[in-house]
């Protein structure tokens, strides 16, 4: 966001409203300490891992962990009692040894004493060495003896002058623009309550002026005049209302759950709390899952209250699409709230996407009319939608609305003339006369793609839409898909009640121009997200080959699906391709499951086999022995032989996917932007 701009957007292909949100400041009842925030410890993770204040796991500590603390104990105890015992005796063998040799009776007295001296000392290590290893003493003393003397310790040293003085600039969340020349601004945002969005945000525009030093006494007169509302969001937001997960924005991460302390999880991520951010989400997530298993409620809304954070900070835009009564934050969380079929809605839908090419904006809306069974006939759809489109934006300056594209494509007369004459007042009509003439000569036949699309604009020409879709200025105003250069948050609430076949269209329609404008986007410094609930009707072959496009775009997708069967089948394989990131619900059918199992691969496993045959070993004795054994107790002497391997095994088997995950839980695997891969996790996302 630049200085000057931070506050601008271009409102000739958006509406942004302009008024306050109705609670504009971070909560009251939670205070925040933006001090402790800002210096909290953030070291290095894998990807998924929430790095705030996260502690690295010690494997070798996390094994020894696992034993119980009595087993620990007694096991301690009596490798030193042991370890006593031996060292006594050692220290005895060892005087009688030198004895013999002569060294001690022969020899000065302090002489003698250096030599019993070091005897006992070698002795003593050699026994606390076996002995301590075997007790695992280094663990009895960090897990009950570290602590016990910690809490004992009452005094410690005072800090230095240095040490004081480093550690209040750590704290100093506003210590880069003390040192930076900002010291005015800095001293005016001292006295303010400043929260984790403006922090992030004011930070963003610091960096911003750090660039050319022209903007320098800029930055620090928005900032005296304004505090921390300095460069605010354009709609003066500056927190969310109903704000519930936990959020660092310093890293755009967004807390989900925590990582499971299961042998099938890595030891990095282990009883470490799951978070998503930009990082991950760039490489797209589909996420599968019955209805009820939290795929909204724990996903879905989570991340979008994530994007609409990041938004009013300014790194990112957010777009989340999704049924009316759909649980994705209240209306106040967006900038613009679009609702076809809701009369009270305030905002329209361009079905162009503003796009600057008639031929690329026919193209896409020809793919979203059609539905899945009569993908077969698109190419012939998108070059009749073509022939119309293109010639009324040459004649009009303007993409026709939906009743006159309907009319256009149906052949009426009086709307065919207008067009002609159009043409002509524009001086254009002979660069379209071969495609009105083909039209022509296709309409009133049977395979007439243009009638086949009439109809399916009918679905949107119904009084309920009324305004929702015009693009002559007289409905409402139309948000367009271009604009994902601005912080903006967009909800789109899809009428699948009331319109559902219109839904499904709309919602293909919009995801296609979100691929395309996010992946042709000029500048792509803000992360471009876009959530989708239920992504069974918004996927295509075209979309998805989109989908891999994004990763070097600064944008991502968000995809939940009930069940893969909702997609086509040859449409199924190349969407696990495309995506880097999956999640599987529990509840899943087992065909489902074993899409994400083939997907996830194998791993080495050490597996070890026991085989019981009868003892036929020994004499006649032995022998005699075993068979009144087994004539006593009816068993019969068997030997057991121990056979350890490593075998390929599958991460998560399709069973264990369908019936094996916990209520509450999912298996999610992650890929990172920069080709970093962590392994399907078991995560708990009920805390």
């Given at each position: ?25 971070p ?35 996390a094994?020894?962990a ?8 007694l ?19 060892a005087?009688?040894?030198?004895t ?6 022969t ?18 290590g ?13 663990e009895?003393w ?10 004992t ?13 480093e ?18 601004a ?42 921390a ?33 299961v ?41 979008a ?40 809605s ?9 796009a ?11 793919e ?7 993908t ?51 001086e ?5 006369e ?25 679905l ?34 899809l ?22 404008a ?39 997708v ?35 499951g074993?899409l ?14 026991v ?7 020994g004499?006649i ?49 992650l ?16 805390g």
């Open positions: 966001m630049g200085l000057d701009g931070a506050r601008s957007h271009d409102e000739r292909t958006t509406a942004t409203p302009r008024t306050p949100m109705p609670n504009p400041r909560p009251a009842r939670v205070p925040f300490d933006l001090a402790a925030w800002a210096s909290a410890p953030r070291p290095e993770a894998d990807p998924g891992v929430f790095r705030q204040e996260h502690r690295q796991l010690d494997p070798d500590r094994e020894a696992k034993v119980p603390t009595w087993p620990l104990l096991r301690a105890g009596l490798n030193a009692v042991v370890g006593w015992l031996a060292y006594v005796y050692g220290v005895e063998v005087k009688y040894g030198t013999l040799i002569g060294v001690l009776p020899r000065s007295a302090f002489v003698a004493i250096s030599v019993v001296l070091t005897l006992n000392v070698l002795v003593a050699i026994v606390i060495k076996v002995f301590g290893r075997m007790g695992r003493w280094p009895v960090r897990r009950y003896a570290l602590p016990l003397l910690s809490r310790v009452t005094e410690e040293a005072p800090a230095t002058e240095e040490e004081q003085s550690a209040a600039r750590q704290r100093d969340p506003w210590s880069v623009l003390r040192q930076g020349g900002a010291a005015a800095a001293g005016r945002l001292d006295g303010e309550a400043v929260g984790d969005v403006d922090y992030v945000r004011i930070r963003r525009a610091w960096e911003s002026a750090q660039a050319d030093p022209a903007f320098l006494p800029a930055f620090v007169q928005q900032v005296s005049l304004r505090g509302a300095a460069f605010a969001h354009p709609s003066e937001a500056r927190e969310l209302p109903g704000r519930a997960e936990r959020h660092d924005l310093l890293l755009g991460q967004v807390r989900l759950g925590t990582a499971q302390d042998p099938k999880n890595p030891l990095s991520h282990r009883a470490a709390g799951f978070a998503l951010d930009p990082v991950v989400l760039g490489t797209s997530l589909l996420a599968v899952g019955p209805a009820g298993t939290g795929k909204t409620a724990r996903l879905a809304r989570p991340v209250e994530a994007l609409c954070l990041q938004a009013l900070a300014g790194t990112a835009c957010a777009v989340v699409i999704g049924a009316a009564d759909a649980d994705l934050g209240p209306d106040a969380w967006y900038d613009v709230v679009i609702a076809p079929g809701d009369p009270a305030r905002y329209g839908l361009d079905l162009y996407g503003a600057q090419d008639p031929d690329e904006a026919a193209a896409r809306l020809a979203a009319l059609l539905p899945d069974e009569l077969a006939r698109a190419e012939t759809a998108r070059t009749a939608l073509q022939q119309m489109v293109g010639p009324f934006h040459a004649a009009f300056g303007r993409y026709p609305g939906v009743r006159e594209l309907r009319a256009l494509l149906a052949g009426e007369p009086e709307s065919l003339e207008a067009l002609v004459k159009g043409l002509r007042a524009a254009r009509l002979g660069s379209f071969r495609d009105l003439a083909h039209r022509e000569h296709q309409r009133g036949r049977a395979d007439d793609p243009g009638a086949l699309l009439a109809d399916r604009l009918a949107l020409d119904r009084p309920a839409f009324e305004g929702a879709f015009t693009t002559d200025g007289t409905g409402r105003p139309p948000f367009a898909m271009r604009v994902l250069d601005h912080p903006l948050r967009v909800r789109v609430k009428p699948e009640r009331s319109h559902p076949e219109a839904a499904r269209m709309l919602s293909r329609l919009l995801v296609g121009q979100f691929v395309q996010a992946g042709s986007r000029g500048d792509r410094s803000l992360f471009a997200g876009l959530v989708v609930d239920d992504a069974s009707a918004a996927l295509d072959a075209g979309i998805v080959r989109g989908l891999q496009r994004l990763r070097g775009a600064n944008a991502g968000v995809l939940l699906l009930r069940t893969l069967v909702d997609l086509p089948e040859a449409l199924r394989a190349p969407l696990f391709g495309a995506v880097g990131c999956r999640a599987a619900f529990p509840g899943i059918a087992p065909w489902d074993r994400f199992s083939e997907a996830w691969g194998t791993h080495l496993v050490r597996e070890t086999a085989t019981l045959a009868p003892d036929t070993s004499g004795v032995r022998r005699a022995g075993r068979l009144g054994r087994k004539a006593l107790s009816g068993t019969t002497a068997q030997t057991e032989s121990v056979t350890t391997r490593e075998v390929e095994r599958l991460r998560w088997s399709p069973s264990d996917l369908a019936h094996a995950l916990p209520a509450g839980h999912a298996v999610v695997s890929t990172a932007v920069s080709g970093e891969q962590v392994p399907p996790l078991l995560v708990d996302l009920r």
